[in-house]
């Protein structure tokens, strides 16, 4: 522990601690050591939420150190009819999005936080007078600019948010988006739905085209809160999946930013080739993006040897012609001109907004969970991740064709450790796991987006009383809304796709 | 122009030649059959561990509108109930949708119950709005398939269209938030009558998982007559594209 200062540490990930080992400071002493931990580049906040407890609030902060691989822990208190708190905000800005969250459900507001404006309208939220249709936004008097607003419905089959666009001319001087049209009440579900089936059904829904980062997220959790060790087997099945559907996104998302820039070729390759992998899920669990295949306690589809040499075939098939497409796209001088400089994240706008996944690491930033704190069978790994430095369309493009091959790799490596290792027949799913009481559970993945954090808290009977999600997509917003600043309007489609962001991972 | 040529070359054919009979994944969770031996405890035992509430308690039927398609029903007792590959599950009924003990038999449209302007008008091409109204992306990127390289729903001019002035209908996912309520009705407003609307995925059918989470407002579901359910977590492509053909009188 570093010199004075206080936090319990979870070593390992999933972890827990029992609640009342979690150290309570004063709100002085809690952001003087929140702003030392959080200059370190080796540190970033996993999540901050307020938890009401009897009489009391409690505001838990969970900090990832990438250099220990630990996360630290620990809270302040505050009486239940609390007005108003100094915002962290002002020293450490990567957390203005937990404060904006804080304040909206709760109504307490931050002093000398920029702006505490809204982040989903939430069904109950503090304040039920403000509505999602009047929301407040930046706004630039001037007969010279125009506003440009898009949604919550958009052209294309996707999902539902408010884009506003500051323009002068064809210039976008600042892109306000507002979320929330997704919000479906998951967190207050996952205290509502008692059995273990509903939560794992629950988790699949967070972001259906994460069924398998999210659902691993709450199966890990509900394995550490139930003292329940995966077999190895089932951890190097999961990685598999997991693996599986960051291939299967990327690939997608390469036609889709061809498709944005009117490069067929590519695009249609590509979403072939990405139908092959969901495919190739289905012929594994019967569900293209993967639901039902992770579950707490095991597996109701093991790998067996048909599907193992039925995978890694059409694996390769797909990664041969991947990189066969990737070198053609990746050498058209007309795609480059768009990609290239195309909404450029500096590398100090990453860590401000406290961007995760692969939009920190194509601005140089090394944060990826499987490296900094390994789970399952990232554990018995050396994974290096990709890291491009130019935080361009490009860096972002560039770094799904990497991440397919690393992850294909991987995979590879992972089918050979399981040849090596026992025959052995997997437990089924346990839906009857109980988990201990007074207990807080953090579990972390690295999807592909990026770093997925939930984290439980149980009462004292075992049941779930706080259940808090956190999607990468809730820092990377902000990234997006950066990246198109003093960009031509015209990009703002390929900026977006190159980010993919999830609409109802931050709405929940 | 070689490397162009190599790329085509493995790229190869990917349409599915049709679409009716297209086979998919053994392991594909499609019409469940539930065997007429089923007896009351087992009943009992899979509708209090269904996570949806799809499992009659009495009867032992199972609802699609509501089944997440997760067969732990099935896992639990997999003498009496499995999940068939077949994806043609899409109805113009919600009755329909539900499966009997006993029976084996498909699910279809009710050809009666079709409005007569729909083949009449929309056979020859069809043009949809989609809303995603709280869905997860899921059934997005399904809907999105339909018009891939692979399905092609296009080549019977059924496309989505990025005007609801453009449509001749409505495809809703998701469980239909309080957020989303009124986006939705306006959409809807917007199009030109006749106009259809067709509910894609679980979520949307029932509310799914979410079904009584109080951040949903289903009146638009309630308020409006449905022309096609496609169930499904998410609707796979060729359950919504039998079901539309199946709509539109298409062989």
């Not at chain 1, 739905?193 to 509903?198: D, F, T």
């Not at chain 1, 999807?447 to 997925?452: A, K, L, V």
């Not at chain 2, 070359?9 to 539930?34: A, C, D, E, M, W």
């Not at chain 2, 039927?61 to 899409?90: H, M, Q, W």
Request: hydrophobic share 35%; charged share 25%; aromatic share 8%.
């Amino acid at each position: 522990m570093m010199e004075g200062m206080k936090y319990i540490e979870i070593v390992q990930n999933p972890g827990k601690v029992a609640v009342s080992d979690i150290p309570l400071l004063d709100y002085a002493s809690f952001m003087k050591q929140t702003e030392e931990l959080l200059k370190k580049s080796s540190c970033h906040c996993l999540n901050y939420f307020m938890h009401r407890s009897g009489k009391q609030l409690i505001f838990y902060i969970l900090i990832a150190n990438d250099d220990s691989h630990k996360i630290l822990v620990y809270s302040h208190s505050q009486p239940a009819d609390l007005m108003s708190l100094e915002s962290i905000t002002r020293y450490c800005f990567p957390m203005h999005i937990f404060e904006r969250e804080i304040s909206e459900n709760t109504g307490i507001s931050f002093s000398g936080h920029p702006w505490l404006k809204p982040l989903r309208y939430p069904h109950d939220r503090s304040d039920k007078s403000t509505a999602i249709s009047d929301y407040p936004f930046y706004k630039i008097e001037s007969e010279e600019t125009h506003e440009v607003g898009v949604g919550p419905i958009h052209a294309g089959i996707i999902e539902p948010g408010h884009f506003r666009f500051l323009c002068h001319g064809e210039k976008v001087l600042h892109l306000e988006i507002q979320l929330g049209y997704q919000h479906r009440g998951v967190e207050k579900l996952f205290l509502e739905k008692k059995s273990l089936l509903q939560q794992s059904v629950l988790s699949e829904s967070i972001a259906g085209d994460t069924a398998i980062g999210h659902g691993l997220a709450f199966a890990q959790l509900a394995e550490i809160l139930s003292d329940i060790i995966p077999d190895e087997r089932l951890e190097i099945e999961r990685t598999i999946a997991l693996e599986m559907e960051r291939m299967a996104v990327h690939i997608g998302d390469t036609a889709a930013l061809c498709g944005d820039v009117a490069y067929q070729l590519g695009q249609s390759a590509c979403e072939a080739l990405r139908t092959i992998v969901i495919n190739t899920t289905q012929d594994w669990c019967g569900n293209r993006v993967g639901k039902g295949l992770v579950r707490a306690g095991g597996t109701n589809y093991p790998l067996i040897r048909d599907i193992i040499d039925h995978i890694r075939e059409r694996l390769s098939e797909t990664n041969r012609r991947f990189l066969e497409t990737t070198d053609l796209i990746f050498n058209n001088s007309g795609l480059l001109t768009r990609f290239e400089n195309t909404g450029v994240v500096s590398q100090n706008r990453a860590h401000l907004v406290g961007a995760v996944g692969m939009a920190a690491r194509t601005c140089g930033i090394n944060r990826d969970i499987r490296n900094s704190h390994p789970f399952q069978a990232y554990r018995n790994m050396d994974y290096t991740p990709a890291k491009l430095e130019h935080g361009d369309v490009f860096a972002r493009a560039l770094i799904r064709k990497i991440e397919v091959e690393l992850s294909f790799s991987v995979i590879n490596s992972l089918f050979d450790k399981l040849a090596g290792l026992p025959e052995k027949r997997i437990n089924k799913p346990d839906y009857l796991l109980e988990y201990k009481p007074c207990m807080m559970g953090v579990s972390l993945v690295e999807g592909w987006r990026g770093e997925i954090c939930h984290v439980a808290i149980t009462d004292i009977d075992g049941n779930i009383e706080h259940y808090k999600i956190k999607d990468p997509s809730m820092h990377n917003w902000m990234a997006l809304a950066l990246a198109v600043r003093n960009q031509e309007i015209s990009d703002f489609p390929i900026c977006n796709k190159s980010f993919d962001l999830s609409y109802c991972g931050n709405d929940l | 122009m070689l490397k162009e040529i190599r790329v085509l070359k493995s790229h190869g054919r990917q349409y599915i030649k049709n679409l009716r009979t297209q086979p998919v994944s053994g392991l594909f969770r499609g019409r469940p059959v539930i065997s007429g031996e089923i007896t009351t405890s087992e009943i009992d035992s899979v509708s209090s561990l269904c996570p949806v509430m799809a499992i009659d308690k009495k009867s032992g039927s199972i609802d699609l509108g509501r089944c997440v398609f997760c067969k732990e029903c099935s896992f639990a007792i997999p003498e009496k109930i499995r999940f068939t590959n077949d994806y043609r599950i899409a109805s113009n009924t919600r009755e329909s949708l539900i499966i009997k003990p006993g029976s084996e038999s498909p699910v279809r449209l009710n050809e009666n119950m079709v409005r007569k302007e729909i083949k009449k008008l929309f056979r020859g091409a069809l043009k949809l709005r989609q809303v995603s109204a709280g869905g997860d992306n899921s059934c997005e990127l399904e809907l999105n398939a339909t018009g891939n390289v692979n399905f092609d729903f296009g080549r019977y001019g059924i496309e989505f269209v990025a005007s609801p002035r453009h449509a001749d209908g409505i495809v809703v996912t998701g469980p239909i938030t309080e957020n989303m309520a009124e986006a939705l009705q306006i959409c809807y407003d917007s199009i030109p009558e006749p106009k259809i609307i067709i509910l894609a995925g679980t979520d949307a059918i029932s509310g799914g998982i979410f079904s009584n989470s109080p951040a949903l407002n289903r009146k638009f579901v309630e308020e409006h007559h449905i022309d096609l359910y496609v169930p499904g977590n998410p609707a796979h492509p060729l359950t919504y594209i039998n079901g539309v053909m199946d709509m539109l009188g298409i062989q």
